[in-house]
């Protein structure tokens, strides 16, 4: 596989959007206005984001599942809707499990889980 590609609106603008979700980094290449923006992601794929003309228009049938490294769930879910990401749907439990589904900035969904450190200490 040599990357996830992702038909958007901006492909500059939702490049940069993940690019900091993810940690990563847009490619020097690339600037606004491209028809195209590569995405390379800490221990990752590269992920290649594509202008179409074409809107969003269902649920996505693929998406990422985010399990911070550094951070727990919820500090993630805060640390994504501040770039930009809104709730979709909040599946967290009482008791700490659970997980919540966020839009990115043109609405492809994706959902964010609890952290290594929070699934060991509920096992």
Known sequence: MRHITFDCSDAYKLGSFWAEVLEGSISD???????????????????????????????????????????????EVERVTALGATLVADHRLPDGRGWVTLADIEGNEFCVERSSGERAATA
């Open 29 to 75: 290449e690339d600037s606004p206005g491209d028809p195209e923006a590569l995405v390379s992601t800490p221990g990752g794929p590269t992920l290649l984001f594509v202008t179409v003309p074409d809107k969003k228009t269902v649920k996505n049938r693929v998406h990422f599942d985010l399990q911070p490294q550094d951070r727990t769930r919820d500090e």
